[in-house]
């Protein structure tokens, strides 16, 4: 029976048990928090959460948008009643009390955006437009936002008073962002980098590789026609490829669909003269590489190291599946070159040979670090062996 006694004692035995279950989880909680340490730790630790998150926001640039979220970590940091973000044209993003206000920054913020020195103003309420719920005057510390010498914004902090302190944690508020969009910058220069290199890849390919390439067409269209033919389509999907505008990323599949249709033409030119082994593992075909970073290897085995050989001379490409990595190794038995002389190219002082492979090692350190670079095993009359390394799993970095 609902009533009985039986089932009333199950009852508050089942909200005992929820209230302990509560207050456990509460303690939880507060010991884990009490974990930070002192009060001086835990404001650190959230200072530098905010100042994360706040990051996070403006690593694509002072926008509107991800000055808009930022600002609300900021104020946060700065304890102010609002704060204001500015470029140089327009108030990007406001947080806090006093949006009222908001039309009238940019005339106050002028004289910083000018001299690029912090200042503090009175900002005070239009007689007519004054609200009625409490609201009074401000003051507004307003920081300039440099990037080198120039100013290319502000941050206005507003609160009832503005002491020394607020003043200058503004200011390092607006370095603080200053150097964000600094790292905004490089992003963007190590992005334009690598598209030029690529261009400087295909600038390489054009003079020497289409040259050729055309002269030997142009040599069966008598002697035959259908081989002929066969050449200007494998040459139109290589340039293709080579040429493309879209994406700095490609699959090991890809490139080395490219390579076929490189070394068909390259055939059609030296015949039996360069000879292809291939040995794939299927499982790293998917696997996402820098665009152009396989096809300048074997061009580079062709040019220059079999080339100048005398006979026949033996390519051998392999990809292996090597746990969390990619290893494609691109072999040849040509001439090889001096060790010596092969630092020297890839350090970058020695102009005008092997720019592919220079070019290629520049671009994997970049995009996988120092460790990722090109392992060369050379010497004269010995050969070229070069070992190429990527993450099979590279969250960001789409083909």
């Known amino acids: 029976m609902p009533d009985s006694p039986l089932f009333t004692a199950a009852a508050i035995a089942v909200i005992v048990l929820a209230v302990a279950v509560v207050v456990g989880v509460g303690l939880k909680v507060i010991r884990s928090f009490r974990d930070l340490g002192t009060d001086a730790e835990r404001a650190t630790y959230n200072t530098l959460h905010a100042a994360s998150r706040a990051g996070q926001h403006l690593r694509a640039g002072l926008h509107p948008a991800g000055a808009a979220k930022a600002s609300k970590q900021l104020r946060a940091l700065l304890g102010c009643d609002a704060l204001a973000i500015t470029d140089t044209d327009a108030v990007l993003a406001w947080d806090g009390a006093a949006e009222e206000l908001r039309p009238s920054l940019m005339r106050l913020a002028e004289e910083v955006l000018t001299t690029g020195r912090t200042v503090v103003v009175a900002v005070g309420y239009p007689s007519a437009a004054k609200p009625d719920h409490g609201n009074h005057d401000f003051s507004a510390v307003i920081a300039p936002i440099r990037a080198g010498s120039r100013v290319v914004g502000s941050v206005a902090a507003l609160a009832p008073a503005a002491g020394a302190g607020l003043v200058r944690a503004t200011s390092e508020v607006a370095d603080w962002i200053a150097a964000q969009l600094e790292l905004a910058e490089l992003e963007s220069s190590r992005t334009l980098l690598m598209e030029a290199e690529v261009r400087a890849l295909r600038a390489q390919i054009s003079p020497h590789f289409i040259y050729n390439s055309l002269n030997a067409i142009a040599s069966f269209i008598n002697t035959d026609p259908a081989r002929a033919r066969e050449l200007v389509v494998e040459f139109a999907d290589f340039t293709r490829y080579s040429f493309r505008r879209h994406g700095d990323f490609t699959t090991v599949a890809e490139e080395l669909r490219c390579i076929d249709r490189y070394l068909l033409l390259e055939r059609a030119r030296f015949g039996e ?123 960001g970095h789409d083909a």
């Open 273 to 395: 003269r360069v000879q292809v082994s291939l040995r794939i593992a299927p499982e790293v075909l998917s696997t996402v590489i820098p665009f152009l970073s396989l096809q300048p290897l074997v061009e580079n085995a062709v040019r220059h190291g079999l080339e100048a050989k005398e006979g026949p001379g033996h390519i051998t490409i392999c990809a292996n599946d090597s746990g969390a990595f990619a290893e494609v190794t691109i072999e040849d038995d040509g001439v090889g070159m001096d060790p010596e002389h092969l630092r020297s190219v890839l350090a970058g002082h020695t102009d005008g040979v092997h720019v592919g492979l220079r070019n290629v090692d520049a671009r994997l350190r970049q995009v996988y670090g120092d460790e990722h670079g090109l392992i060369i095993d050379t010497a004269p009359g010995e050969g070229t062996m070069i070992t190429m390394r990527v993450p099979k799993s590279q969250p």
